[in-house]
Antibody
């Protein structure tokens, strides 16, 4: 069974940093591209970032480019999102998702990031 | 960036109704589009990929069509469990972009 478990969310002040993690199991993690998608409270979905299976291709939404860094450790079946210079508008539930046929298919349950003073 | 415009933004319907949701892309995206269903407090669930391919395990009452700039998600006969919010997502060009969502509720 495919499982994705996010962690690392919490309350952080504007300008602060946070690192999210996603532990994967139930599939060959090193064979799949992975994504981060977020959802602000009461709002729609926003794609954040993607990384290819070998980390050779990485992309970001304009809203996070230069502030967020996606990475992965295939030996540990782990995906990360380093978030710096956080803003109040980054407050959201952050989901990690496996990519199949170029689109997220399986999603984790999400971790809440709250940016507030 | 490619803009995805979904319509309607909300929709009231009854069990058994046929429902259609539309997504329009600001430029051509071939068939590089998926549809997702999200229920409150839950992660999204993929329904359709490649604009018209049904995700394994998804009931056949869901179908997708379209290519280029206009796409539709159709639910042929609404069931109680289908009341949720639906999103389209294009993956033709980085950054990927979602439609703003369509909330489907019970009339």
């Amino acid at each position: 069974e495919v499982q994705l478990v996010e962690s690392g969310g919490g309350l952080v002040k504007p300008g602060g940093s946070l690192r999210l993690s996603c532990e994967a199991s139930g599939f060959t993690f090193s064979s799949y591209s992975m994504n981060w998608v977020r959802q602000a409270p009461g709002k729609g979905l926003e794609w954040v970032s993607a990384i290819s299976s070998s980390s050779s291709f990485i992309s970001y939404a304009d809203s996070v480019k230069g502030r967020f860094t996606i990475s992965r450790d295939n030996a540990k079946n782990s995906l990360s999102l380093q978030m710096n210079s956080l803003r109040t508008e980054d407050t959201a539930v952050y989901y990690c998702a496996r990519e199949l046929y170029h689109l997220p298919d399986y999603w984790g349950q999400g971790t809440l990031v709250t940016v507030s003073s | 960036d490619i803009q995805m415009t979904q319509s309607p933004s909300s929709l009231s319907a009854s069990v058994g109704d046929r429902v259609t949701i539309t997504c329009r892309a600001s430029q051509g995206i071939r068939n590089d589009l998926g549809w997702y269903q999200q229920k409150p407090g839950k992660a999204p669930k993929r329904l359709i990929y490649g604009a018209s391919s049904l995700q394994s395990g998804v009931p056949s009452r869901f179908s997708g069509s379209g290519s280029g700039t206009e796409f539709t998600l159709t639910i042929s006969s609404l069931q109680p469990e289908d009341f949720a919010t639906y999103y389209c997502l294009q993956h033709n060009t980085d950054p990927y972009t979602f439609g703003q969502g369509t909330k489907l509720d019970i009339k």
